[in-house]
């Protein structure tokens, strides 16, 4: 059996970044449960095509994203596939919290979140502001009511669930791992997720 490629913890409010190759599978675990984790991906050869929300939901017909569903570039074209989803519920509308988002909502300045997060992260590939799109928040639960009413909610997601990640060509992925504490995306209690890298045909 080949070995795992990457196997490691992010605590509450760090990031990850790398660049998982073209079949390879990205497992992002969610070793608590209810724990909100902040998704951004680029074309690696080409940073400039890079994940788009609207596109990724037209294709699959559904703002809920689950195994089968492709994760799409804005030049149409697959990121990443999703292999594998033991959670069910993940949102694609909500975005990313920001310091100015968080005082605009909850009148505190300064506060931890995900905007930052995903700047101290990309920075070491040369990307910054103008690269962090609308992104795919794994495990929060972004319920759309027929009224056309949404909110964050508790999350569903158990102590273990997981997504598995197919890299359909050499892909950027960014994770922030939530630092929110001010609405029930992490339950008001951040906790650790696991990153891992597979390769190709790995079970």
């Known amino acids: 059996m080949e070995p795992i490629i990457e196997d490691r913890v992010i605590p509450p409010g ?28 680029y074309h690696a050869a080409n ?11 037209k294709y699959a017909g559904t703002i809920f994203l689950t195994r089968g569903h492709g994760i799409y570039s804005d030049m ?20 990313c919290c920001s310091a100015e988002s968080n ?4 009148g505190v300045k300064d506060t931890p979140n995900c905007r930052s997060n995903f700047l101290r992260a990309l920075a070491p590939f040369g990307l910054g502001k103008k690269d962090i799109v609308t992104n795919i928040n794994w495990f929060m639960n972004v ?35 939530c630092p929110q504490t001010r609405n029930p995306c992490n339950g008001f209690k951040p906790t650790p997720i696991r990153v891992m890298v597979r390769p190709p045909h790995a079970t």
């Not at 970044?17 to 209810?34: N, T, W």
């Open 14 to 41: 760090e990031v990850w970044a790398r660049v998982v190759a073209s079949g390879q599978v990205l497992r992002i675990v969610d070793l608590e449960g209810k724990q909100a984790v902040d998704f951004l991906c």
């Open 47 to 57: 940073p400039e095509e890079r994940y788009n929300a609207a596109d990724t939901m």
């Open 76 to 95: 149409g074209r697959r990121l990443f596939t999703v292999v594998e989803d033991t959670c069910g519920r993940h949102d694609t509308i909500g975005g």
């Open 103 to 106: 005082e605009l909502r909850y």
């Open 143 to 177: 319920p759309v009511h027929p009224d056309g009413a949404m909110a964050i909610v508790e999350g569903v997601s158990r102590p273990g669930d997981h997504v598995d990640l197919r890299a359909e060509m050499d892909t950027l992925a960014v994770i922030s791992n």
